[in-house]
């Protein structure tokens, strides 16, 4: 297998795998659980005619993904209780937002880390609630800590010293050294409350999120499962608000993300056949294939392909992310501490 193909035509046709023999499942699977959509592809093609090796690999799958819901929502509502003086909105982002939420994008999901965002100004009460409750920094080196504090979207990570479940605490969703500059208030005064008092993104925003952070801000690793988040959230509020792709458009021109939203469209549509909205015109783009070729950076085995292409987007990350000179000085500080830069 040269590239992730399999998966996308698995992900978008589940009956497909009807005709798969033992060597091209084992193909698919290798490559779903590298780009960490086994869960995905599982409850997709569960009612399909699968060889019984293949069953227990994804029926094993299905019962990991839903422990990790369980444990994601129960996370979430340990920071509810941790934040419950906090008078700001706590507003739950990415994996565990899909499933508090009960939406399609949730369903298989792999949840790392417990991503929230809350306003900036509640940063330093947000810090000291979660200090006391339990959680301590992961990086504790004064260079990480003032660049993140100083530049990033997001407090330095923190991880919880009994449960050893990381948590992202953000104040918006790119970082502010970026080119994009989203509204941070319109995405906080927009927000949906939850039964249990924490708040997701409204639709047009939760979109916008999974966009900017596949597009704006990294270097497209694991973007094939970032974008079948967007296809299904596209695909969810699309078909359930009628006005919905025009508030998409009205909210990216507020964020600053038309491109990257345009790009995401096509990109979705091209792999995965996701519904374009109609009053926009059909575009070609022909640096569009370079994405794709990125995106499908796999082999049979799972292992990552296409190195000179990963680079490049490695590179386009951290240009992305902050202006020449201030990359130069960020690349050699963190060469000089004999670290990869992550940031």
Not at 182 to 205: F, H, K, S, T
Not at 209 to 219: N, P, R, T, V
Request: aromatic share 8%; hydrophobic share 45%; charged share 25%.
């Amino acid at each position: 297998m040269r590239d992730a193909r399999l998966l996308i035509k698995a992900l978008r046709d589940p009956s497909s795998v009807e005709t798969l023999d033992s060597g091209q499942w084992t193909e698919l699977i290798s490559i779903a659980r590298a780009e960490s959509l086994i869960g995905s592809l599982a409850h997709r093609v569960r009612d399909m005619t699968v060889p019984d090796r293949a069953r227990a690999v994804l029926q094993d799958a299905i019962e990991a993904h839903d422990l990790a819901r369980q444990q994601a929502l129960w996370e979430a509502d340990c920071a509810r209780r941790a934040l419950a003086d906090c008078s700001g909105k706590i507003v739950l982002m990415k994996g565990t937002a899909y499933v508090a939420a009960n939406l399609a994008a949730g369903v298989g999901r792999s949840i790392g880390d417990l991503d929230i965002m809350v306003p900036r100004e509640d940063l330093p009460v947000v810090e000291a609630a979660l200090l006391d409750a339990g959680w301590e920094w992961v990086k504790p080196d004064p260079y990480d800590d003032q660049y993140y504090r100083e530049h990033m979207h997001e407090l330095p990570p923190l991880i919880h010293r009994e449960r050893d479940r990381m948590i992202d605490v953000h104040h918006t969703i790119l970082p502010l050294t970026a080119g994009p500059r989203p509204d941070a208030d319109a995405i906080l005064n927009d927000a949906v409350r939850l039964e249990n008092g924490l708040y997701v993104m409204a639709p047009a925003d939760m979109v916008l999120h999974s966009i900017a952070h596949l597009f704006a801000d990294g270097d497209l690793a694991g973007g094939l499962r970032n974008l079948w988040d967007i296809n299904l959230l596209l695909g969810h509020f699309s078909a359930e608000n009628k006005n919905f792709w025009a508030e998409l458009h009205r909210r990216a021109q507020i964020h600053g993300l038309c491109a990257e939203l345009a790009r995401a469209l096509r990109l979705s549509n091209r792999l995965y056949g996701t519904p374009l909205d109609e009053s926009r015109p059909d575009e070609t783009i022909v640096s569009d294939s370079f994405y794709v070729r990125r995106l499908l950076a796999r082999d049979g085995y799972g292992r990552e392909t296409r190195k000179f292409t990963r680079f490049a987007f490695y590179v386009r990350s951290h240009w992305l992310r902050m202006p020449p000179l201030m990359l130069a000085r960020h690349l050699w500080t963190k060469w000089r501490k004999g670290g990869k830069p992550s940031n």
